[in-house]
């Protein structure tokens, strides 16, 4: 790229980061709301997560800004719903077991990066058939009649590959193995 | 939609991801999920996981690959995809934030005796006759028993005004501080760095994790940060202004003030451009609209406002 090319006013940027939160509130905390079934807590970690998104973007950029927001705010919210396991004696129910290794207040980008890095290793463990019915579905947004056209599949078969292979990424942030 | 009974929690939780790929669920769809979510915490707990999963994935260089299979031409990217690419500029503007996480407020309010909301102060006079003053968005346990009284500062701040019972000292915990007295007033202020005691009247005798007692008289502060645990000794700098609703201030830097400003917002503040931290600020405010007293702290600094959904920023 030409070094005479106009770069962008430094803080345009912070003022993307800013729009894209203000875009995805909303829905963020319909999201949230969803998760915790409380929608004063459901605000809370949005915005919470929103002031982690901001912080991240000031220490280097986010290639995908939304994705992570959304993920921070998933983080916080699992959080809240093992403390609230613990507070409510829920735990004993006992078909689902833990995987734990969330201190309180841990550092939630540091946690992102490391749920990247295991859904990217979990990734290679896949089948290529189940793989390509994942990223068509959850990064291109197929739905399942689309991708069964598109791989001759049937409807069902696609959806089952979908479930079981994002059970196998869930499992691996988990720090559990599928069944 | 019946889950099948069979397939473990994350399974019943993917499947539900599965579902919606591609498109919205329908109304009835929503009301299932909503159920299953509602039928016991550890669904929520799998739910979750499962998004985090999917969110990760977006993130993973995988999804920015093509995929092996050939397919014709997919249905451009979601919008947020094609945003994602034009953010790859690095950030100059630095921001300075004012005040660390609020993190888990709900959670430990339910392990208090008292709390406060934001920007809800409260003043409650204890059975023993002292008066615990909570500043905005705090929260104790108190414990009082025939020969000691024990306050322990799970967040925020507290003034007490302790009454005088020699044969029962007054213990504030906050952490691993113990600041105990025995007839006296002081303030307790529990921060993401550490906890600062200030003595307004009386003798606090303060001991931190290391156990070495350290007494401090009226006039006198001692802050224990978190990391070292030593107890650094100063004069009395933080006002208690707050117990009576006011935040008095003389040339503090505009961060600390945005600071102190922050507690008592249900927004979060942020100072766009680190370069105004240090602006010295002379004012009165009023902290009991605290929305007010940030419009005129912009006002006289010469900054303006700029609100998104629950965080408001400062700038030029």
Redesign the interface.
């Known amino acids: 790229m030409s070094s005479t090319s106009p770069?962008?006013a430094?803080?345009a940027?912070?003022q993307?980061?800013?729009?894209?939160?203000?875009n995805c509130?909303?829905e963020l905390v319909a999201y949230l709301r969803?998760?915790?079934?409380?929608h004063?807590?459901a605000?809370?970690l949005?915005?919470?997560a929103?002031?982690?998104l901001?912080?991240q973007?000031?220490r280097?950029?986010?290639?995908?800004?939304?994705?992570?927001l959304?993920?921070v705010a998933?983080?916080l919210?699992?959080?809240?719903?093992?403390?609230?396991?613990v507070?409510?004696a829920?735990a004993g129910?006992g078909?689902?077991e833990?995987g734990g290794g969330f201190a309180?207040?841990a550092d939630h980008i540091a946690t992102?990066q490391e749920?990247?890095a295991?859904?990217?290793a979990a990734?290679n463990t896949l089948t290529?058939r189940a793989?390509?019915v994942?990223?068509?579905?959850?990064?291109?947004?197929?739905?399942?009649k689309?991708?069964a056209d598109?791989?001759n599949l049937q409807p069902k078969t696609v959806?089952n590959h979908?479930?079981?292979?994002?059970?196998q990424?869930?499992?691996?942030?988990?720090g559990?193995r599928?069944? | 939609m019946a889950m099948n009974p069979t397939e473990s929690l994350l399974q019943q939780a993917a499947r539900w991801h599965a579902i919606a790929s591609g498109r919205d669920l329908s109304a009835d769809e929503s009301r299932s999920l909503d159920s299953w979510l509602a039928q016991n915490a550890s669904h929520r707990l799998a739910y979750a996981d499962i998004c985090a999963a999917a969110f990760a994935l977006e993130q993973t260089q995988a999804a920015a690959e093509p995929i092996r299979a050939a397919l014709p031409t997919a249905r451009s990217p979601r919008p947020w995809l094609r945003w994602g690419l034009a953010a790859g500029a690095p950030l100059l503007l630095v921001f300075a934030l004012l005040a660390g996480p609020r993190v888990g407020p709900s959670w430990q309010n339910w392990n208090s005796d008292l709390y406060t909301e934001i920007g809800k102060p409260l003043s409650q006079k204890l059975a023993d006759g002292s008066v615990l003053e909570l500043d905005t968005d705090s929260a104790v346990r108190v414990r009082l028993s025939p020969e000691r009284r024990d306050i322990e500062l799970i967040r925020g701040r507290l003034a007490i005004a302790v009454a005088k019972d020699p044969n029962r000292p007054l213990h504030v915990r906050s952490g691993d501080v113990d600041a105990m007295a025995v007839g006296t007033r002081f303030v307790v202020d529990r921060g993401d760095l550490g906890t600062e005691v200030g003595v307004h009247e009386g003798i606090v005798r303060v001991t931190a994790a290391d156990g070495k007692p350290v007494d401090l008289g009226a006039g006198q502060q001692a802050f224990v940060g978190n990391d070292s645990g030593a107890t650094r000794v100063g004069a009395l700098a933080s006002n208690d202004g707050w117990t009576r609703g006011m935040l008095s201030v003389e040339q503090m830097p505009l961060a600390k003030v945005l600071a102190e400003l922050d507690r008592y917002l249900p927004e979060r503040i942020i100072l766009a451009d680190e370069t105004h931290a240090a602006m010295p600020i002379t004012a009165t405010l009023p902290l009991d609209d605290p929305d007010a007293a940030l419009r005129a702290l912009a006002q006289t600094s010469q900054l303006s406002l700029r609100h998104i959904p629950r965080i408001a920023y400062v700038m030029r």
């Open positions: 770069r962008p430094p803080d940027d912070a993307a980061i800013a729009e894209l939160y203000a509130y909303g969803r998760l915790c079934a409380d004063g807590q605000e809370d949005a915005q919470e929103g002031m982690r901001i912080a973007a000031r280097e950029a986010i290639a995908k800004p939304r994705a992570f959304f993920h998933t983080n919210a699992r959080d809240q719903l093992r403390r609230r396991m507070s409510d829920y129910d078909d689902y833990d309180p207040g992102v749920d990247v295991r859904v990217s990734l290529p793989r390509d994942l990223v068509l579905a959850r990064i291109h947004g197929h739905t399942q689309e991708i598109r791989l959806e979908l479930t079981r292979a994002l059970a990424l869930g499992a691996a942030l988990a559990r599928r069944q």
